[in-house]
Structures are given as C-alpha cells and as structure tokens.
C-alpha cells in the first residue's frame, strides 16, 4: 500500500495492511492538522480540565474528526506512567477505566509494536452490544522531549474465519484513532487523542458526532482515577515488600551477633 495511506473509518483486510511506519506517518499527520480543528468545549471533571476540538468530515472520510487534548502534572502521571498503560497493553488496561468495555482480546500479535486487538463493548437498552477490531500500532521515541504514539486502524476478519471467531458477536463498529504522549517543557505530560468512528447499526451518525466531545473528554478522568488506585495498591505493595526485607534482614543479622558472641573470650 502506498504512503498516501489516509486514516479512516474503512477496515481494511490483514492482507492490506501497509507498513508499520505508513501506519504511524499517517497518525502523525492527523495529530498535527488537529491542532488547527475548530476548537469547541472544554470539560472540567474531578481535578482535570479537557478541551476538545474537531473536524468536519473530508472527502477520504467516512465520518467526522474528534480530537481531546490534556495537560498533566506528575500527580497525576509521569510520562512513564501513561506509556506504561497506554502504550502497552492498551486494549486490557482500558477495560479497566472505559466503563463500556466489557472484553478484550488479542487477535494476533504481528510484531512486537503491532497487534489486532477485539473489543466488545455494552451499553444500556435499546442500544445492542458493540463489536471493534483494530490493529494497533505503537511507538515511543526516547529522544527528548520524548513521545509515545499509538495507532489504532479497524480491521476486517472476514477473510479468515478462524481469526473472525475470536470476535464476540454484536454489531461490528468502527473507529480509527491517534494517541500521543508528549514531554512538554514545562514538565507537565500532554496527552491528545484524535479519533473518527461509528457505531454501526440504527444509531444515526448525527447522535455520535453530537455526542463525542463530551464522551472522549470523560476518559481523561476515569483514566486518571483508575490509575491512582493502581499507583497506591503498587506503593502498597512495595512498602510490604520493603517491610519484609527489613525484617528479614534484622533476622539474619542475629545469628551473627551469637556466632562473634561465642567465638569471644572463654569460648571452648
């Protein structure tokens, strides 16, 4: 496939999957032409503030552009802290905070920096369970100010029936998204997420694109709520551990004590 690859809401089939580094040119070209998106509401949400932005949909699109960006302090997450869960095993850890998530699987991993994730998704009557499969795309440049990326592209199964079973069934959705990480010089991280999708089935597109700022803006708090109970449980979990080598050092040290003690004047 050519690098004139544009991202949208077409599956393409495993066979027609262009190159890794056509996948992320063409996500880093969605991220920089965001920053010119007509800007719309900013959310305020337990502690974070998001503003969001879109794009009317284009002639290569099938549906319209959304796009989130926040600001965070290391109280909220270090850069390695948001790589940590967004860059690696994104699909899993977003069923822990997207509320909608009720499954996750790994369809197949192609190469250490790409793999075909399914999701399903459920959400309250009428609306039917929701089927995405998408091959996701990541990469992360030490280089300073350093930068995470992830690529998420839908993808057809069809093809191959034994991959297709892997998948729950539902109402196949499609989405493609763009994530970045980025070091800013002031210290804080920016998170920005750009992303086109559609839901599939009766729901009529005007509803999603209604809809989306104020449901991408909501995953910025449910991430960073869910990751600081992760970041307790982990420091928890190493003070315990501390503890532990503490006493277990103070227990070793005894029998040294008696051996010199013994090994002292009058010892037979």
């Given at each position: 496939m050519s690098n004139d690859f544009h991202l949208s809401i077409t599956r393409l089939k495993l066979s027609e999957l262009p190159s890794e580094e056509t996948v992320l040119?063409?996500?880093r070209a969605v991220l920089d032409s965001s920053s010119s998106w007509k800007e719309g509401k900013?959310?305020?949400?337990?502690?974070?503030?998001?503003?969001?932005?879109a794009q009317p949909k284009g002639p290569q699109d099938g549906a319209g552009w959304h796009c989130r960006v926040s600001e965070h302090t290391a109280e909220d997450a270090t850069f390695d802290e948001f790589w940590a869960k967004l860059g690696?095993?994104?699909a899993e850890n977003e069923k822990?905070?997207?509320?909608?998530i009720k499954k996750v699987k790994l369809v197949k991993q192609i190469s250490p920096t790409q793999s075909v994730w399914t999701l399903y998704y459920t959400f309250p009557p009428p609306v039917a369970p929701r089927v995405f499969t998408v091959l996701q795309t990541v990469h992360l440049d030490n280089a300073s100010p350093r930068t995470g990326i992830i690529v998420s592209i839908p993808i057809d199964l069809s093809s191959d029936p034994e991959l297709a079973e892997l998948e729950e069934k539902g109402v196949k959705g499609r989405y493609t998204s763009v994530e970045r990480i980025k070091e800013l010089e002031n210290g804080k991280?920016?998170?920005r997420m750009a992303t086109s999708s559609t839901p599939g089935g009766n729901i009529p597109q005007f509803i999603t694109e209604r809809t989306m700022p104020g449901k991408i803006s909501a995953d910025v708090p449910q991430f960073i709520q869910w990751f600081h109970t992760i970041r307790a449980k982990d420091a928890k979990a190493g003070s315990a551990s501390a503890e532990v080598r503490k006493s277990t050092s103070e227990a070793a040290a005894v029998p040294a004590v008696s051996v010199a003690e013994g090994a002292g004047p009058g010892a037979a």
């Open positions: 040119a063409a996500g900013t959310f305020h949400r337990h502690g974070t503030t998001v503003r969001t932005f690696v095993d994104k822990e905070f997207v509320h909608e991280v920016e998170w």
